[in-house]
């Protein structure tokens, strides 16, 4: 096919002498009708337990081609529940993830008309949320977007294929968030079913959105991650973490949260923290404080002359002068310096006291020694 968009119908018919689910309109050749349908008749069906909402369905293929279902719940001709689905088949770089997920499934688009087309048709943007929708309903959504970007990361990120319980969060919300946070990451086309009965088949585009898990032992399911939200969260904190600064950088472009305020954050990691310390500082501002004047002391200032009492002449005080703390030794004409006292006098005196104390030691002796 060239890069256009072309359009089929799938629905309950009773024409042509047979009943049941069959193309009702295509744009295409018979030849490229015969293999989209064999391609999509097991995606145009609304799953068990599915009947009361509309839900969607982005595919890719190996020949360059990307399809787009939506599928509506209606009554057949026997007033059981089916469904009407109608798609959107030509180059993802034209049906793209963006265009799929801002597709709405709580109401059905309008008839496409007759393709092909050059472009995206009208009824479909009528019946899509341009992305200011999105972000407030994702933001509705947080703290689940929160536990499934966590999960993913614990599982080893979105390369691989994921089985997700959405419990009662908005599947395409969620992931139009999970796809806001790893877009740059991955080279894998974001394909995904809003609503499937189970994972067992093996031809379900990576992302898939069950009412339940399934037997992990169960054939095609075994290679797919299962995250059920309706479920305690037994993740790591720090993948918690990752998941919340990355949720961040979602919802606070622009005018930045509702006024209700951030929500409390796990703690983060040494080597966040370092970060957010370092970035913290970096973003504080240099202020310059002028230098003091310098300090230029008074000069003295004189006193002035105390008044004397009336009737009195100024007192003048004078101040004598004081003696020398040693007085000179007069010393003679022609004498020289005289000999210390101490060397003079007490010389002889110390020799005489230690004769007496050795006199006295001997008589000691002599008596000791008489007893």
């Excluded at 597709?103 to 393709?115: C, I, S």
């Excluded at 703290?143 to 990120?157: D, E, I, N, Y």
């Excluded at 691989?160 to 080279?187: G, M, N, Q, Y």
């Excluded at 904190?237 to 949720?247: G, I």
């Amino acid at each position: 096919m060239s890069a256009q968009l072309h359009t089929m119908v799938f629905e309950w018919t009773d024409e042509r002498g047979k009943s049941g689910t069959d193309v009702t309109y295509s744009s295409m050749s018979r030849q490229d009708d015969r293999l989209w349908y064999e391609r999509l008749l097991t995606r145009v069906f609304l799953p068990n337990g599915h009947h009361d909402t509309g839900s969607t369905c982005y595919l890719h293929y190996d020949d360059g081609q990307a399809a787009l279902l939506h599928r509506w719940p209606v009554k057949d001709g026997k007033n059981r529940d089916s469904a009407r689905t109608r798609v959107l088949i030509g180059p993802p770089d034209v049906l793209t993830f963006d265009a799929a997920i801002a597709l709405r499934t709580d109401e059905e688009p309008g008839d496409y008309g007759a393709g092909p087309f050059r472009d995206v048709p009208q009824q479909l943007i009528s019946a899509s949320d341009d992305e200011s929708a999105l972000l407030a309903e994702a933001r509705k959504h947080e703290a689940q977007a929160v536990r499934l970007v966590a999960a993913m990361l614990h599982a080893g990120g979105v390369d691989r294929r994921f089985t997700i319980v959405a419990a009662d969060a908005s599947p395409r919300v969620l992931l139009w968030a999970v796809h806001a946070c790893f877009a740059k990451e991955t080279a894998q086309p974001w394909t995904f079913s809003t609503a499937e009965a189970g994972d067992t088949d093996g031809d379900l585009p990576r992302f898939v959105f069950v009412p339940a898990r399934s037997a992990r032992n169960s054939p095609g399911a075994r290679d797919r991650a299962q995250i059920d939200l309706s479920r305690p969260d037994l993740v790591d904190s720090r993948y918690r973490t990752d998941a919340q600064m990355r949720l961040d950088a979602v919802f606070e472009p622009g005018e930045g949260r509702p006024s209700s305020g951030p929500p409390a954050r796990a703690p983060m990691r040494p080597s966040q923290t370092a970060t957010k310390v370092a970035e913290t500082v970096a973003a504080i501002p240099v202020v310059t404080v002028p230098a003091a004047p310098p300090v230029v002391p008074a000069p003295p200032q004189a006193l002035p002359p105390s008044a004397p009492p009336v009737g009195h002449p100024p007192l003048t005080t004078v101040v004598p002068p004081r003696p020398p703390l040693v007085q000179p030794v007069p010393v003679p004409a022609g004498r020289g310096v005289p000999e210390p006292v101490s060397e003079r006098a007490e010389y002889p005196l110390l020799v005489f006291g230690m004769a007496v104390v050795s006199f006295v030691f001997v008589l000691f002796l002599m008596w000791a020694g008489s007893w």
